[in-house]
């Protein structure tokens, strides 16, 4: 309990230390936050009028960056499969890393939920018991139950992972094994749940389709690990903390595989919906190029195909992922891609045309998007201060007094324990 | 009105006959809600938090809802001035309602449109429909090939006219995609909504294949001389901000044995309304004895809406 409370002070001790390039990022952080509550408690009390958001199109860049973020909690799983069953020790290292940023990630996506809602404050309703909770009946009970889950069982191994370590202490298997592999199961349904909850629409043709899920676990394949990789970057540069070039390499080939599977997958959704030409390949026609002179999506969903290409074609030529710069870019081009067609270009046209063929676009409002980047600042600020006390744990130099600063758990699990 | 006002005492009595964990459940939330009201000054004070607190239509007791649909006139009474009566008619044994609607009748003139906005009180600004009326090409089925914003003389030599609202399924995806229950459908058929348990996910409106939910994005706005008094709580009664609503057949009026109020704003019997069970409803007849078809049938949601010809 002491041991507890002194490891609580420690964070909050190292969170508040750092570099000027540290206070810099967080003031900037800090600035969206703060514009980002603003617009929220704007839309709050004036409601969702002030986004752009119609009966048209009744979902927009908030589910969008929902359906996005979910996905990015691939950077967990996709580090703890080769760290703890294939036994890597590189991707071992900094499995933790993967771990929070599946935090950062599961609290965004809870925020854009609660932002997107009519009446936030009624989310007691939600709550089975006190409330109802249409379980299993909605695709949405599912997702709330997955989403909670997921976020809880990230963060309950982490929590105990670096309170073990800080404590000097190996951590126990029994304590986390079997969590961290429910978390290998859960991270399934933290893809597919997701998809389900589009693809189980049989009036919206654009999102009913079985390869859905399987391109939401391909993407989330491509921008989980892709956005790891930039943060080892910056970490390994910033924090000092040894990312060994091996874990880089590793997670650029698993992108590079997903990234041509996503490509692959996405190339047979759209033929199969534009090559016979139905009725129910207009959304698809809208997004690719425009219905009856709707075009507002059309440069963005190239934008989005072209960073992908471009992310897939360096991660898999040598030549090209060798120069550190390029990976790093192939990297963001990956994400932003992934973003695009994950995002908007997913939500938007499963509602263009509408079922009784109505056209009516969207493009998010100014209160939409500052609400939208203050969650991100939130996510990316949360994420910083979790680095800030997980790396120096990891390092050993952030220790319970009188603990020896040797680092622990360097090693994949055979020698681990 | 007054003596039908909160009463903490008299609801705990009621509590008393339910179930334990549901009692203690609604104690809890009523240990809550008393505890804020009685922080409060006056009546309209404590409503917000009253409505915050408030329990799904299907675990209030009868006496639970009259205090509410008396706190809910209370209110229109301070904002509109206006004195509404708030009922909830219950569905009738061996009724089960469906629509049958004539596509070779149908003028296109939209009055049952604007009549639904006059009974049902929807927003006249942002104006907020029910019913879509599509103006259809000759020649085709294809609604996406038709037009909701034509103006000018009809009937056009060139279209028919096919109006759309809500199909009132039997294998509603609305009231599946629900994460809190909402919306429901009542055994009489028509699907309905908790305005005051609505989260406003909009997750049933991008599930509905008939475009048939409206969302309350803005205040809903209804001047008081238009203010149809006569209100269903799970139908007309005014809407608040940020919740879904939908057409329920005119619940308040249908169980009553009066007609929906399209079909008698409708100048040229194109519709028809009645109970499926009965053999000799007008509706019945018409699926026995005309060609119908319905709309959006591989979409599989079994609706009780009918289009017919002839």
Redesign the interface.
Known sequence: MRDGYAFVRASLGAVMHGSSAYYRWLAFLGVWMLLGCAAATYQFANGLGVSNLTDQVPWGVYIANFSFLVGLAAASVLVVIPAYVYRDAALYDISLLGELLAVAAMVMSLLFIVVDLGHPELFWHLVPSLGILNFPQSMLAWDVVVINGYLFINAYVVSYLLFSKYRGRVPDKRWYMPVLLLGVVWAVGIHTIPAFLYASLGGRPFWHSAVLAPRFLASAFVSGPSLLIIVLTVVRDQMHFPVRDEALQRLRQIVGVAAVLNLFLTVSEIFVEIYPGTSHSASMRYILVGLHGHNLLVPYIWTGIALSVFAAVVFLARPLYSRPKLLLAACAGAVIGVWIEKGMGLVIPGFIPTSLGEIVEYSPSFIEFCVSAGIWAIGAFLYTLMLKVAVPIELGTLRLPGVSHERVGLHPLRGAA | MTEDHQNHDEREAVVEGVGK?QAS?RR??QVLGAATATAATSQADAAPWED?FQQ?YKRLTDDEKRQIFARLEAQVQDKYGVAVRISDPKPIDGVEFAYALNLQACVGCRRCEYACAQENNTSRS?ELHYI?V?QMDKGSL?????N?TYEGAVPTAEHYYQP?QCHQCRDA?CV???????TWAEPDGIVVVDYN???????C???????A???????PTVRPSEINPDQGYLSNRLRP????EKCTYCLHRTRKGLMPACLEACPTGSRKFGNLLDPNSEVRQVIETKRVYIL?ED???NPRFYYYFG
């Open positions: 964990a459940r809890f939330l915050f799904h942002p879509r599509l294809d609604v996406e090939r038709s909701t759309v995806p599946r995609a629900c994460p809190v229950n909402a348990w609505c989260i406003g996910c909009r997750y409106e991008a599930a509905c294949p008939y475009f939910r409206r969302f309350n994005y803005e205040e901000r940020g919740v879904m959006h979409a599989g949601t």
